[in-house]
């Protein structure tokens, strides 16, 4: 098919958006390689080390001398093997010797912090190279990886005409309105570009946000490091004490910045080899394009989840404590975030993306402060989904959908055993309607005969007397049959109606209302171009825009 120019415009639009979108990405990842080769002064840490190992001196006087009292109160616990004086002395020995191999420690943990980073993608990527470059390189590569699940050579040209996958988002700016055949050259998803890359946004600025979260826990863990030192003179300290804490602590902290960029690097070699077709078994992917593209955006979708999840699994996997319960305020930020974009595709506007952003941002704190799992994004969908369908029980997602689709085909099956369909509903609606209609009618044709002396019936002839009955009692028989039939259709309508509840055959308020809104755009239609006609008849009302059809 010949693409028109204003695809192209069209196609330039979200290109632009996306390229905005893509960029931000780079930037993020900038940040989270930039702020990991951040060092804190050690100058700073030197001058609160002097003043504090005065503090530090009079302490341990003071605890060898309440120490010695215990055992002058107590000899036997001279020689316990837990408590006596040759714990203590042993104690105070590696006390001394830690605090004064202090000053050095912590300058080598961040050199080998500064010699192992430039390693990890060595080791992951296969890369040789540790200079600046490599930080950009990344950073090009897994937004070009994560573009490329969207933005691909065309699956419909030949090998032969098919372009090389771009490398950089610069080359989606370069190459979207290229065309092959009167074809475009690339495939190009944007609307699933746009959800991904603001989901890949999200989680990455967490992720930045954390590694410099890390640095100033290194920063507090070094400038306290004296104090549960000097705690480990007890000996109940270095079990399950200050010390034994402060050692967990520091070396869940420091191993965080490994654990983080490792996991960015797993996820940039597994976007590559999903954009390059490696990752998975060609035999078992589908040869259907439609199906072929979705498959990839939840795979995306995935690897994004698993890149947020995937620290604290690998920390409880190893055996590393950490934090179960993460800093709200991030929790906040990246559940507004995922909330934001599922709201977004429940809600399908604006106002359902806000809406999801506030619900995500809710429950992300809630997970966040009682250390359950995460559930931001289903709570956003499922706020705008309900918001836009007026169902307070709606569920938002493929599996949701899918059962309650499942569900509804069931009960709709077996309520047409029973010959309850939205056909014979609306038919019995109407009949209640009509029947209701028709005492209101003969009410009032009873009510006006009274005052005048003249009944009528309900085609408005005049009732007369004979010997079938007066005209009054003729008048009184038709209100009493048009009130007997209106109570038994409504009786009938009202049972039906809770059937319909039960077997889900009943529309939504929203339902109602599209339907409402599609008949009278199609009675308007049809008015307009008979507009003259039926107007002519009296039957076009053109104030509602609609024609009144006769019964």
């Known amino acids: 098919m010949i693409v028109s120019w204003i695809q192209t415009q069209i196609r330039g639009l979200f290109a632009g958006i996306n390229y905005c979108i893509y960029s931000l990405i780079e930037w993020i990842m900038y940040g989270i390689f930039d702020i990991a080769a951040l060092e804190i002064n050690t100058g ?10 005065v503090f530090l001196g009079i302490f341990m006087l003071f605890k060898l001398t309440i120490s010695f009292l215990k055992y002058m109160v107590d000899p036997d616990s001279l020689v316990d093997k837990e408590k006596g004086v040759g714990k203590l002395v042993s104690h105070t020995i590696v006390m001394l010797a ?14 080998a912090q500064r010699e192992f980073l430039p390693v990890l993608p060595r080791i992951i990527l296969g890369q040789d190279t540790d200079n600046s470059d490599t ?3 990344n950073a090009e590569a897994m ?14 040209c030949s090998e032969a005409d098919k372009p090389d996958p771009i490398t950089s988002i610069d080359d989606m700016m370069n190459t979207y309105g290229d065309r092959v055949n009167g074809q475009f050259a690339y495939d190009f998803n944007y609307i699933w570009a746009i959800v991904v890359g603001i989901i890949m946004a999200v989680i990455l600025l967490s992720i930045t946000i954390k590694i410099g979260i890390r640095m100033f826990k290194m920063f507090i863990l070094e400038m306290i490091a004296p104090v549960p030192i000097m705690s480990y003179i007890d000996p109940k300290a270095a079990k399950d004490g200050a010390f034994a804490s402060w050692v967990k602590q520091l070396i869940s902290t420091f191993l965080d910045i490994f654990v983080r960029l490792g996991i960015v690097y797993v996820v940039l070699m597994l976007m590559s080899a999903l954009a390059d077709g490696t990752l998975v078994d060609a035999s078992s992917w589908p040869t259907d394009t439609m199906r072929s593209s979705y498959l990839m955006v939840f ?3 995935a690897l994004l989840m698993f890149a947020k999840d995937a620290p604290n699994f690998v920390k409880d996997a190893l055996g590393i404590k950490h934090d179960k319960n993460p800093d709200a305020t991030i929790a906040r930020i990246t559940g ?7 709201g977004a595709i429940s809600g399908r506007s604006l106002s359902g993306a806000i809406t999801g952003a506030v619900h995500g941002a809710g429950a992300a704190y809630d997970a966040a402060i009682s250390g359950k799992r995460d559930q931001s994004w289903r709570a956003g969908g499922d706020a705008a989904l309900q918001a836009r369908t007026a169902d307070p029980h709606a569920k938002s997602g493929i599996l949701a959908s899918l059962q309650m689709q499942a569900t509804k085909s069931q009960l709709a099956r077996e309520a047409s055993k029973l010959n309850l369909t939205d056909d014979t509903l609306s038919a019995a609606k109407q009949n209640m309607i009509d029947m209701q209609g028709l005492a209101a009618e003969a009410e009032r044709n009873w009510q006006y005969g009274v005052q005048t002396g003249e009944f009528r019936d309900l085609q408005g002839n005049l009732l007369v007397s004979d010997e079938n009955g007066t005209a009054m009692e003729k008048a009184q028989k038709i209100v009493a ?17 809770k059937a319909g509840d039960a077997y889900k055959i009943n529309r939504t308020f929203a339902e109602d209302l599209k339907k409402d809104k599609k008949e009278a755009k199609v009675d ?3 008015g307009t171009k008979t507009k003259a006609q039926y107007k002519a008849k009296g039957r076009f009302d053109p104030q509602k825009g609609k024609m009144n059809v006769e019964r």
Not at 44 to 53: A, G, K, V, W
Request: with cysteine.
């Open 44 to 53: 700073l840490l030197n001058d609160i080390y002097t003043r504090i190992y």
């Open 98 to 111: 830690l605090l004064i191999l202090l000053p050095q420690f912590f300058p080598l943990l961040r050199e």
């Open 135 to 137: 930080v950009e390189d």
């Open 143 to 156: 937004t070009a990886a994560v573009l490329g699940a969207f933005y691909s050579p065309c699956s419909s």
């Open 299 to 301: 795979i995306v979708i």
């Open 336 to 342: 507004a975030g995922m909330g934001f974009v599922s």
């Open 481 to 497: 049959e048009t009130s007997t039939a209106s109570t038994i259709a409504t009786k009938n309508y009202e049972k039906a109606n």
């Open 524 to 526: 308007y239609r049809r």
